[in-house]
């Protein structure tokens, strides 16, 4: 291991015992990094320039996209700062070389609300024609999970890692921790979705109490995204929807719906948990693509004959 990967490993360690980030913050890290440690030639952290980093990240923007291409270098300028204060470096390269790029807006891809609730019955369609108990008990939670999804905005991460004791049926809050530990909490607002849920959590309460999260499988461990995923692909085939779902597009549909009905994008921005208003701003780009067709099928003026 040469000095440029020691302290890498170094930095890694600092990132997790100091900086405290979570598992997949450091993956991310480790990844970038470690391509950075195979790619460029000097092994000694004093013998890497400012062109030493223009070359790599010229070579970045041949194989990756623009948002790629910015999280690996954000990776890079965090690792040098390090070296900069564990005083390594004389002069950080960075200092001498800009960065800034364009990156293109990429619209969030929603599910057409049609297409939600033809999955939703595609879902309910099978807890009603069940004919074993382990398949009516698969369905009740799948119910519940797509529910939370499409009512809450939540991500697959912070749903799978949601622990028994932040959901709150009786008062219909869920505690959530966001990104970097972030808790915002957020309510339940249809009474179906409470309903689907507290049936869930009372048909699947060993479970739950096993796994220590609130949605878990019949073996009693946590519900993995994977398996979300796979969840999503099945009901997806059963309700012959021609559209690849994911799950993060049930939490763009839920801010973008949000936003067609008029409400203010702060709340939405913390009920997503965004840290900045600049990111929920990309819905209103979705927004304005919904104004369009309003206004080219709904304006009068389509009607005059002049």
Sequence with gaps: MNELETQVTNYLDYCRNQKRLDEKTLRAYRIDLDQFCRTVEPDKIL????????????????KYKPKTVKRKIASLKALFHYFEYKDLLERNPFHKIQVKFREPAILPKTIPLHTVEAFLSAIYA????????????NALRDAAVIE???AT????????????GNVNLYDRTILIFGKGSKE????IGSDAVAQILERYQCDFQTEIQSSGHFFANQNGRELSDQAVRRMINK??????????????MFRHTFATSLLEA?????????????SSINITEIYTHVAMSKQRDILTTKHPRKDFRI
């Design 47 to 62: 013998d890497i320039t400012s062109g030493t980093l223009e070359m790599y990240i010229a070579g970045l923007h041949q």
């Design 126 to 137: 099978q807890l009603s024609d069940a004919k074993t108990d382990y398949q009516k008990r």
């Design 148 to 150: 939370l999804l499409f």
């Design 153 to 164: 905005g939540i991500r697959i991460s912070e749903l799978c890692a949601l622990s028994a």
């Design 184 to 187: 915002r909490r957020i309510q």
């Design 235 to 248: 009901y997806t085939s059963l309700a012959s929807i021609d559209l690849h779902i994911t799950p993060h």
């Design 262 to 274: 008029d409400v203010d994008i702060r709340y939405i921005q913390e009920m997503l948990g965004h």
